[in-house]
């Protein structure tokens, strides 16, 4: 991993946060819709969420 200053460790927490609560929201509205295609498209999203939040933490050097 590089070197990364506090400024960038900031944005990158920001933008973790966002995915994560994207993901969420996303896995909510799949879970509440009525419309099997909707719902589906919603867990797709989520799931696209899931696979950035995860990308971003490890070059934190989380494991994923």
Not at 5 to 20: H, I, M, R, S
Request: aromatic share 4%; net charge neutral; charged share 20%.
């Amino acid at each position: 991993m590089t070197n990364l200053t506090a400024k960038d460790l900031d944005v990158l927490v920001q933008v973790l946060t966002g995915e994560e609560i994207a993901c969420k929201k996303a896995r909510i509205y799949a879970n509440t819709l009525t419309d099997a295609a909707l719902a589906e498209t919603m867990n797709s999203v989520a799931a696209q969420h899931e696979q950035r939040f995860r990308a971003l933490y490890a070059m934190l050097g989380g494991k994923s």
